[in-house]
């Protein structure tokens, strides 16, 4: 594998592993290479009896911009299969998230949208720094935050959800911890990197088995059923995909246009 084909890049330190994801030019989208990499690298982590704690961060201003369809489109997929794909993809990052017997803390300093929040989501603990900011736009494009969903409603208040998932509108790091997305949010490069300290610091005390059966108990409700609820809200997801709605959404969107149905005033 040629340096450029290394989208998540790892390095051990101390008890952790930091997994950062490093594909800038289309905003740490998860195309299947990036996919794949990330579940190997968990996996190898999850896998290494030195190896505490697993941080997932990224370069380039956005940490994760979502499902990557273009490429899988690319490949030769129809729009219905690369839905499928991708939907797959992302309850698997999520579970694998939630199953692994370490904790997974998330650290960004960017943009969050679309299965960014899966990922956001399904972590233990959430650190961001003040250029992060976060919108669950899918409304707006004929479609729902349908798979992601399934760890969002666990994570976040019933009211930032009755505002976010129907508004689309974006939000910053403060109002994302009200919500209950993030653990804290800190308002500078050094505050992330204390915030964060700390928390490695508190993990490096426990002992893998406490570690692990202390995880079990935070997501063992959301485990619960996991496959289950993520096929349905994958169906859902299809199916809103394939409609009249998303397509001209899409095409909107694309062309820096609103579609018939915004009636904004701004």
């Not at 800038?24 to 794949?36: C, D, E, H, K």
């Not at 694998?96 to 949208?113: A, Q, T």
């Not at 609820?229 to 009249?244: D, K, P």
Request: hydrophobic content about 45%; aromatic content about 4%; proline content about 4%.
């Amino acid at each position: 594998m040629t340096d450029s084909e290394v989208l998540v890049r790892t390095a051990t330190d101390a008890g952790v592993t930091t997994l950062t994801l490093d594909s800038p030019a289309n905003r740490n989208a998860l195309s299947s290479t990036l996919v794949r990499q990330l579940r190997d690298a968990i996996d190898t982590a999850g896998g290494d009896p030195s190896v505490r704690a697993v941080v997932v961060t990224h370069t380039g201003g956005t940490f994760c911009a979502g499902a990557d369809l273009g490429e899988a489109l690319k490949r030769g997929l129809t729009p219905e299969q690369a839905t499928e794909e991708v939907g797959k993809a992302m309850s698997g990052l999520m579970r694998s998230f939630l199953e692994l017997p370490k904790p997974v803390v998330v650290v960004l300093d960017g943009h969050v949208r679309a299965g960014g929040f899966g990922l956001v989501g399904a972590a233990d603990v959430a650190i961001a720094g003040p250029a992060s900011t976060f919108a669950l736009t899918e409304s707006r494009l004929g479609l729902a935050p349908s798979i992601i969903s399934v760890v969002l409603l666990a994570r976040m208040t019933p009211r930032a959800v009755g505002r976010y998932f129907l508004t689309g509108e974006k939000f910053d790091g403060p109002a994302a911890v009200e919500a209950g997305l993030l653990t804290v949010a800190a308002d500078s490069a050094d505050g992330v990197a204390q915030e964060l300290e700390a928390v490695l610091e508190g993990v490096r005390k426990a002992s893998p088995q406490g570690l692990a059966a202390s995880k079990r108990l935070t997501t063992a409700a959301l485990l619960d059923g996991f496959d289950e609820a993520t096929a349905v809200r994958a169906a859902e997801s299809l199916a809103l995909f394939g409609s009249a709605e998303a397509r001209e959404g899409m095409t909107a969107f694309l062309s820096k246009q609103k579609p018939s149905w915004d009636v904004s005033t701004r």
